[in-house]
């Protein structure tokens, strides 16, 4: 008889990178620091995780991540300075951030790959399933992006990917899967291949950033060699738990805005901007005297 599956509740940040997609302004600040309206990426990040019932959270960063870290600490002089004035608000606000949740922090010292980031968290997760999101992929839904595969984890006890598809001239973006559809819509994934050639690609189903696994990935993350770019990719490895376990692909619902890029994070901003009811109207009065130039 197969063991138990352990409860999920880990969650893995990789935010090591370097956000050379988004330099200058990745060259001191850190990416996931990048703010839609007014949060930051990682924040965004870290809310959807708690959505969905995963409140241990581990952040791998690396040199130059520290506003990480301070963003989700008690920010003792702001917090005084706000209460003194009366900011009631705003006080509550901020320090609620703190609040959030625990986060445990390691730093991956040398950026060798998202499937290295992943692997650096190996003691903590322990054999525990667990889940990884990258930051610089905002989803926008009505059901949180992690909540959405949590659903079929609980319901299958095996690891699945949050897919969608993307045009085929920009499949050398991704991480693209092979697929075999299951009866009651779930992708069972037979293969994946880390940015390949629009020509060469199995599928336009692109992996976005959003993941739960077995504790078998780990595994097999200890045996990963570099792959595309020359980096240890995740992707190679979870192509390789495909081969032992069944692991499914989801179709995530929701709006995903690629913003670790700059004209993704215009297009988030855009959005959630237009979406704010305190001034969304009025933005949207300036967008469209820009557009009538
Ligand atoms: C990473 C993954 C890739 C995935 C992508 C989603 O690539 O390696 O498989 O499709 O995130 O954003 P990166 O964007 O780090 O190059």
Known sequence: MGRVMKRLRKIIFPAAGHGTRFLPATKASPKEMLTIVNKPLIQYAVEEALEAGLNQVIMVTGRGKRAIEDHFDVSFELETVLRNNGKQDKFEEVSQISRMVEIVYLRQKMALGLGHAVRCAEHWVEDEPFAVSLADELIIGDVPAMAQLREVFERTHCSVLGLMEVPREHVSRYGIV???????????????????????????????????FTPRLMKILRHAVPGTNNEIQLTDSIARLAKEETVYGVVLQ????D??????????????????PQFGPEFRKHLLGLLDR
């Open 259 to 276: 913003a670790g890029t700059p004209l993704g994070f215009l297009l988030a901003n855009a959005t959630l901007g237009l979406a704010n």
């Open 254 to 257: 929701g709006q995903r805005f």
């Open 178 to 212: 092979a697929y075999e559809r299951e009866a009651d819509g779930l992708f069972r994934l037979v293969d994946m291949v880390e940015k390949p050639s629009p020509e060469s690609a199995p599928s336009c189903y692109a992996i976005v950033g959003r993941y739960i």
